[in-house]
């Protein structure tokens, strides 16, 4: 809008409107781009699996982690309940848990979950699964209700037989109402009368909402269909530091994470909290075929988070594990481990292409001292018996690598920067080397620019990443994937932020930050060839990069990182039509949990080989045209 009188502000306004940016896209040259470049990075933080994209809504069911006490747990009506180890449920799941019913108790008494601070509760159908052991005869009340008001969503009986020898296994669905709020609880309740005196002990109690692609133990549905709105194509997992432990025995063991959920024992993550491990190897594996995205499975490597490493022939026994957690995913159903996949529900082969040594191993400096051996040693075991296995290197430092880098490999960076910080490296790979591919494992804007810590992205922020983006889309010949980090947080208990995106448990929490949206208009956005772009402008305050599909469409995607709208001509020969989507919202502006005021807007846009796009301050846009 042009102001009607020039006021000292309107000029300076025009003055930054003066120069407008002339773009040529030339049709021919350039580099053919990654498919794989847009992709996601996920370990359990904050919750983000566990009381995130996991379904699995009731918390501290096996009473898993260092000390899980009676976390989550109340009692319902005149019952004690306790954390019980004398009456395992498996070897795994070492305690249940036990309720107490005082003499000449009547009426309906149990326990309830409050899940991950909170149910969320649905109009939707539950499923649900416990074990129960005691001697009880009649009907178990299963509900969804407010914690504080008492109001009822699901009301359902089943009845049950249950025996004091043994644990039996119940499974059950019910349909709910809707609740307006996160505080919620899911109940069991029993026929106090009949049990008076004595006690009832229950375990693993399970309560999923539907799930993504309606897999058994799998994702909830709602938190996954947000994600796959990204169209990712690679997921790297199960970490980060979560893969690594504070000693060996604390790492991610890839067996541990298999088979009946009953047989997997969790463990206390690295973030400080238990994981389950319900999310384990084969859902990691399943969540990739239904997005469509290439598994990138890292092992462990040898450091822990103390600063230590084991190398040398005290690696042996961990590389021998790899190569058998291989064969797990990779083997034949004639191999053990390949067996053992099949006797698990997957008789294929994992379609595992892509497997990552550690986790920032140049980071201490007992692990870059030891990597350059490390990463030889389990190089060597696995790339004899998987040739075909791409191998990525846990860092960019030569000074940690060997001093020859084996063809193929791809080294890994990450990078957590003020949004300046990623201004500076918009050219980073512009005159790398090109004699190995990269892969940027992580990336986010964590700061301010004065330092400050960065709560949830602003537009500035955000911006910046897609300017780095835009650097690394230009080189994509060299740059073979990245994901942003961290993917996703309980906003309640989120110990890192900000992250792509969030949750609490009330209906309507999936909350996607500023760079939620960057992320879903570069990776729905891509070319399959990487054009020259002439212009009459050096980069900075506007970037751009230009694409096209197989299918003959020209992507340009621009980030004006600057306080000032700018005018941006775009020349694409024989393009005449297709859409604009642009995201702003002022510099500091930011989506919060239950408060999104930034997404993205599509225009229709129409031109004959000319296209006008004006970038208001700190904004990111795709032209997207044929
Ligand atoms: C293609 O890559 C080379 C480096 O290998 C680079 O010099 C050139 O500028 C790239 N071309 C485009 C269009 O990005
Ligand atoms: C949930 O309700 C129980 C009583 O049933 C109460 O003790 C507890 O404090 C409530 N929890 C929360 C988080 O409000
Ligand atoms: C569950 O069973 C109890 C006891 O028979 C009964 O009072 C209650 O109405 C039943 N609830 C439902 C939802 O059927
Ligand atoms: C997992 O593998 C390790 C190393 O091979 C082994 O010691 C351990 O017993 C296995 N655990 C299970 C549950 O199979
Ligand atoms: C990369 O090279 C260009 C010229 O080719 C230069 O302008 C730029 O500063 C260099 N970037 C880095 C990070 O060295
Ligand atoms: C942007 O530039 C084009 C081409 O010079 C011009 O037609 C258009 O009016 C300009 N838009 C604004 C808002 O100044
Ligand atoms: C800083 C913070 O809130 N950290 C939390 C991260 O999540 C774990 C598990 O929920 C909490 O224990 C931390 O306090």
């Given at each position: 809008m042009i102001p009607f009188l020039l006021s000292p502000l309107a000029v300076a306004w025009l003055a930054g409107q003066a120069s407008a940016i002339d773009l040529t896209v030339s049709k021919t040259g350039g580099n053919s781009s990654s498919p794989l470049l847009y992709g996601i990075m996920f370990e359990d933080i904050n919750n983000s699996g566990d009381g995130g994209i996991h379904g699995q809504l009731l918390r501290n069911n096996g009473f898993q982690g260092d000390d899980p006490g009676l976390t989550a747990y109340y009692a319902v009506g005149d019952v004690s309940i306790s954390q019980d180890t004398s009456n395992p449920l498996s070897t795994a799941i070492t305690s249940s848990l036990k309720v107490t019913v005082p003499s000449d108790t009547t009426g309906y008494v149990g326990f309830s979950n409050y899940g991950y601070d909170g149910v969320p509760v649905l109009d939707t159908t539950y499923t649900n699964y416990f074990w129960m052991k005691g001697d009880y005869s009649g009907i178990i009340n299963l509900r969804l209700v407010g914690n504080s008001t008492g109001t009822v969503y699901a009301d359902h009986n089943i009845t049950v037989d249950s025996s004091a020898s043994e644990?039996?296994?119940?499974?059950?669905?019910?349909?709910?109402?809707?609740?307006?709020?996160?505080?919620?609880?899911?109940?069991?309740?029993?026929?106090?009368?009949?049990?008076?005196?004595?006690?009832?002990?229950?375990?693993?109690?399970?309560?999923?909402?539907?799930?993504?692609?309606?897999?058994?133990?799998?994702?909830?549905?709602?938190?996954?269909?947000?994600?796959?709105?990204?169209?990712?194509?690679?997921?790297?997992?199960?970490?980060?530091?979560?893969?690594?432990?504070?000693?060996?025995?604390?790492?991610?063991?890839?067996?541990?994470?298999?088979?009946?959920?009953?047989?997997?024992?969790?463990?206390?993550?690295?973030?400080?909290?238990?994981?389950?491990?319900?999310?384990?190897?084969?859902?990691?594996?399943?969540?990739?075929?239904?997005?469509?995205?290439?598994?990138?499975?890292?092992?462990?490597?040898?450091?822990?988070?103390?600063?230590?490493?084991?190398?040398?022939?005290?690696?042996?026994?961990?590389?021998?594990?790899?190569?058998?957690?291989?064969?797990?995913?990779?083997?034949?159903?004639?191999?053990?481990?390949?067996?053992?996949?099949?006797?698990?529900?997957?008789?294929?082969?994992?379609?595992?292409?892509?497997?990552?040594?550690?986790?920032?191993?140049?980071?201490?400096?007992?692990?870059?001292?030891?990597?350059?051996?490390?990463?030889?040693?389990?190089?060597?075991?696995?790339?004899?018996?998987?040739?075909?296995?791409?191998?990525?290197?846990?860092?960019?430092?030569?000074?940690?690598?060997?001093?020859?880098?084996?063809?193929?490999?791809?080294?890994?960076?990450?990078?957590?920067?003020?949004?300046?910080?990623?201004?500076?490296?918009?050219?980073?790979?512009?005159?790398?080397?090109?004699?190995?591919?990269?892969?940027?494992?992580?990336?986010?804007?964590?700061?301010?620019?004065?330092?400050?810590?960065?709560?949830?992205?602003?537009?500035?922020?955000?911006?910046?990443?897609?300017?780095?983006?835009?650097?690394?889309?230009?080189?994509?010949?060299?740059?073979?994937?990245?994901?942003?980090?961290?993917?996703?947080?309980?906003?309640?208990?989120?110990?890192?932020?900000?992250?792509?995106?969030?949750?609490?448990?009330?209906?309507?929490?999936?909350?996607?930050?500023?760079?939620?949206?960057?992320?879903k208009m570069f990776s729905t956005n891509r070319g399959s060839t990487i054009l020259p772009v002439t212009s009459d402008s050096a980069f900075g305050p506007v970037y751009w990069v230009a694409s096209v599909s197989d299918s003959g469409t020209y992507y340009v995607k621009l980030a004006n990182y600057g306080s000032s709208t700018e005018n941006v001509t775009i020349n694409i020969e024989g393009a005449t039509a297709g859409s604009l989507e642009l995201l702003s919202g002022g510099e500091l502006v930011s989506n919060y949990p239950h408060d999104v005021s930034i997404t993205p807007s599509t225009t229709s846009v129409s031109g004959s080989g000319t296209f006008t796009v004006d970038m208001p301050a700190w904004a990111v846009a795709v032209l997207a045209v044929s």
């Open positions: 644990f039996t296994y119940y499974d059950t669905s019910f349909t709910s109402t809707k609740s307006s709020d996160a505080d919620n609880a899911w109940q069991l309740r029993f026929d106090a009368s009949t049990v008076a005196g004595s006690s009832l002990n229950f375990g693993l109690v399970q309560l999923f909402p539907p799930t993504y692609n309606l897999r058994e133990n799998g994702l909830r549905d709602d938190v996954a269909s947000f994600l796959a709105e990204v169209k990712p194509s690679f997921l790297r997992f199960p970490g980060g530091n979560n893969l690594e432990g504070e000693t060996p025995s604390d790492r991610w063991k890839w067996n541990e994470t298999i088979g009946a959920v009953v047989d997997r024992p969790g463990r206390e993550g690295d973030w400080g909290y238990p994981n389950t491990d319900a999310l384990g190897l084969d859902e990691y594996m399943y969540w990739c075929i239904d997005m469509g995205m290439e598994p990138l499975l890292a092992v462990w490597s040898g450091l822990t988070l103390d600063n230590s490493a084991v190398s040398g022939s005290d690696l042996d026994p961990y590389v021998d594990d790899i190569l058998n957690e291989l064969e797990y995913c990779l083997g034949s159903t004639d191999t053990t481990y390949g067996a053992l996949r099949a006797k698990n529900g997957r008789t294929d082969p994992w379609p595992l292409k892509y497997i990552e040594v550690g986790n920032e191993d140049n980071v201490y400096s007992n692990g870059c001292a030891t990597y350059a051996s490390r990463f030889t040693q389990i190089y060597d075991a696995v790339h004899a018996e998987y040739p075909d296995l791409t191998i990525i290197a846990s860092t960019t430092d030569t000074s940690c690598l060997p001093s020859t880098i084996p063809d193929g490999v791809i080294t890994d960076i990450h990078h957590y920067l003020s949004p300046d910080g990623f201004i500076d490296l918009f050219n980073e790979w512009d005159n790398w080397s090109r004699d190995w591919p990269i892969f940027v494992g992580e990336y986010a804007s964590t700061t301010a620019n004065d330092g400050s810590t960065t709560y949830w992205s602003n537009m500035q922020g955000s911006c910046s990443e897609a300017v780095y983006m835009i650097g690394m889309e230009r080189n994509s010949d060299i740059v073979k994937m990245a994901s942003f980090a961290p993917l996703l947080e309980h906003f309640d208990m989120a110990e890192w932020s900000p992250d792509l995106f969030g949750l609490d448990s009330s209906p309507d929490s999936i909350t996607g930050s500023t760079s939620y949206y960057v992320q």
